[in-house]
């Protein structure tokens, strides 16, 4: 070695033969340890929070394969699920591991779904440890890595958030395949080939984030040996195409959902400028993780600021050259990771409604990580280290408890958001959708007159506001409805709902034709649009016309089999065309799927009574009054006297 590359480098600490039992070796087991309790105390109080409505609802508790996944319909779900995107976003395995969960303890303990995501975090902390202590780093300088990777602020909204299951649960797999090919490489052992591909692959199905993992494996080749070779590269063809299939197969999704459509700085320049900031903002919040919200809205215009971070793409590229020149493995190493692994997400094609999102830190923030706790090693003589060490994963823990509880519910998620930046449409939108499911009327309508002041195209809240003036009824505020989708169709004609929600408020307003016109239009747009079908068959019903009654809610019924209150309707409608016995068979799937249901019993037993079936019509009687339904006092009488 030439004098002008004498320094320390990453190789020059050796690996310990220890790894090879690392079951077996109490102080990395001890280190291991240490890292995951910090973690799971930081996260250990998700398991009392609710969902928060932001994607949860599309991911999870509206999500149809989920919330109906049955024993007999399980492999029918399943293939729904890896064969549909969610908004645009092709993660199946994460929506099925929701289902998974539906099925062993139902959709009202999202607890337990926050403590999985705690659980998949804590996971990938023992396989950060692992990776670093075969990286060559000894048990102190891998507790800091894992613990930084455990308790680091920007690790919330990926562990906290239940729709992130994706990030912790593609982390586990990509965690899971870097660390058998470093291990394949530091003790050159041929194996492990299967393991690493069918690793990456169920991560592309958790992630398309996934897809940077070959080159994440070029960054260990080069860390390992000091050099990328021809072979390194080849070796990963496969792996390539597998990541190519899935990034196209991704971008493909994003683009038919408009998630790649551009709404502001649209100049291949202007988007530059905006993922270059981002990049530095990034590294910057590895050091100080300042300011941290759920949403960053994109500025109003674009500043010297932010121009000034178009200085990171030379910066960055020269640092790169540098230190590959200079040997220093590990700082090239650590950027390259952390720069591979961020770069497809930096809005430079942007998908989204902001332009950072602390998730996408996720598994690149490693390669910063690893360049910390190697100094701490190099320099483990120095008391002053811990003491910085210490100091910062105290005050990192103490900012992760208290960010993440801001997770807690809708309320608390967007009010932290608006208090970040209230220049968010969205964050005021999703406060009111909460506030109004609450009940919170004046609340959740001035939050809407926040949102239409920052932007008065957004057809969505105008949508949101007049849900709330049909709800609260009467004339006049039933106009206000209409004058509000109104304005939601103006800026929007091609949602369905927009119609649907329009002409129900005109049916309550008594103007059937013009409630008739927007429920056809809108099934005309979406013909699967279940609220339009059950809105059309109450028309239908109450018109009297029961044969076109009956057709729309069958409509309705095979888009949601699960609804149980119109299989009811179903059996309802049936009766009054005077087909009683042909009724019977809806009522019973009522109670099947609701069997606590008394008002279900009281009808079937009215109706068994009409047809003379009086064993059939006590019994249901005697279950209605079992459940308590409210029971006409004359039937009462009739019962009783049979």
């Known amino acids: 070695m030439s004098k002008k590359n004498n320094k320390v480098k990453p190789n020059d600490v050796k690996v310990d033969e220890p790894m090879k039992s690392f079951w077996k070796d109490k102080g990395a087991l001890l280190s291991a340890g240490i890292a995951i309790i910090f973690g799971l105390i930081c996260f250990l109080q998700t398991v009392n929070f609710d969902y928060v409505n932001w994607d949860d609802d599309k991911n ?46 139902g959709m009202d303990s999202p607890g337990k779904m926050h403590m999985n995501n705690v659980f998949l975090h804590l996971i990938c902390v023992l396989l950060i440890f692992r990776i670093s202590r075969l990286l060559g780093l000894k048990n102190g300088a891998a507790l800091l890595v894992a613990l930084l990777f455990a308790i680091h602020p920007m690790r919330v909204e990926s562990v906290a958030w239940i729709t992130e299951r994706k990030d912790v649960l593609f982390g586990v797999f990509f965690l899971g395949a870097l660390f058998y090919y470093v291990k394949r490489k530091v003790y050159g052992e ?71 459509e551009q709404a502001v700085y649209n100049t291949w320049w202007e988007r530059l400028t905006i993922g270059s900031f981002t990049y530095f903002i990034y590294v910057i919040k590895a050091i100080v993780p300042f300011e941290l919200s759920p949403i960053y809205p994109y500025p109003s215009k674009l500043t010297a600021g932010h121009f000034a971070g178009l200085l990171m793409i030379p910066t960055t590229l020269y640092f790169l050259y540098y230190t590959y020149k200079k040997e220093l493995k590990v700082w090239f190493f650590g950027i390259l990771f952390f720069t591979f692994n961020i770069m497809f997400l930096l809005q430079i094609i942007g998908a989204g409604q902001g332009y950072l999102a602390d998730r996408f830190t996720y598994i690149a923030y490693f390669g910063l990580f690893f360049i910390a706790g190697y100094y701490v090693q190099k320099f483990s003589s120095k008391t002053a280290v811990y003491i910085i060490a210490s100091i910062a994963v105290i005050v990192f823990s103490v900012i992760t408890t208290r960010q993440t509880e801001i997770w807690e519910n809708g309320e608390t998620l967007w009010t932290h958001a608006i208090a970040q930046n209230d220049r968010s449409v969205l964050s005021f939108r999703n406060r009111a959708i909460y506030r109004r499911d609450l009940k919170q009327v004046q609340g959740a309508l001035e939050d809407c007159t926040s949102a239409i002041n920052l932007d008065s195209t957004d057809s969505e809240i105008y949508n949101t506001r007049a849900k709330l003036y049909f709800d609260l009824g009467g004339e006049e505020n039933l106009k206000k409805a209409v004058a509000d989708y109104d304005k939601a169709i103006q800026y929007d004609t091609t ?42 068959y109450l028309m239908y019903r109450e018109m009297g016309d029961y044969d076109k009654a009956i057709k729309d809610v069958k409509s309705y019924l095979k888009l949601r089999p699960e609804d149980a209150d119109m299989w009811f309707e179903h059996a309802r409608c049936m009766r009054l065309k005077k087909q009683d016995k042909e009724s019977i068979p809806f009522f019973t799937k009522a109670i099947e799927l609701v069997p606590n249901n008394g008002f279900f019993y009281y009808e079937r037993s009215k109706t068994y009574y009409t047809m003379g079936d009086m064993a059939n019509a006590k019994k249901d009687y005697l279950a209605a009054n079992e459940r308590r339904a409210e029971i006409d006092p004359e039937y009462h009488k009739l019962m009783q006297a049979n």
């Open 60 to 105: 999870v508790y509206d999500n149809e394969l989920v919330t109906t996944i049955t024993a007999d319909n399980f492999v029918e779900n399943t293939k729904g699920i890896f064969t549909t995107d969610v908004i645009g976003n092709y993660n199946p395995l994460p929506i099925w591991t929701f289902a998974l969960e539906n099925l062993a303890f």
């Open 190 to 260: 041929k194996k492990y080939t299967l393991i690493i591909t069918v690793l990456f692959i169920l991560a592309l199905f958790s992630k398309i984030q996934a897809v940077v993992l070959p080159l994440s494996m070029i960054a260990i080749d080069y860390y390992l040996s000091g050099k990328i070779t021809k072979k390194d590269i080849l070796s990963k063809i496969p792996l390539f195409a597998l990541s190519l299939a899935f990034g196209i197969f991704g971008i493909m999704m994003l683009k038919g959902q408009g998630s790649l």
């Open 495 to 536: 949602t369905s709902d927009f119609y649907s929600n329009r002409g129900a408020a005109h049916i309550q307003l008594g103007h059937t034709e013009l409630g008739m016109y927007d429920l056809n239009k809108g099934l005309e747009i979406n013909p699967k649009n279940a609220v339009n079908y059950r809105n059309r």
